[in-house]
């Protein structure tokens, strides 16, 4: 019973582990350009529709909560 209990504990993990690594890797983005050493870069929300997301950025999944838009 214990070897039953193992293995199927054994195979559960391995089934999730495998479930999460699909998901992180769909919401993978490009880094950002490097900035040269001094610059600046302004944000600006005035023209941006209220309730959606700012332009230029984005939203992701960072372990295995739902993503802010429910999927």
Known sequence: MKVFVILVSAL???FLESRAGRHS????????PQ???GASFTYNFDS???GAMPA???SARTEK???PNGQ
């Open 35 to 37: 900035q040269a050493a």
């Open 48 to 50: 941006d529709a209220m």
């Open 65 to 67: 909560g739902p993503t």
């Open 12 to 14: 559960t993990w391995v």
């Open 56 to 58: 230029k950025f984005h």
């Open 25 to 32: 890797s769909s919401y993978a983005s490009q880094p950002a």
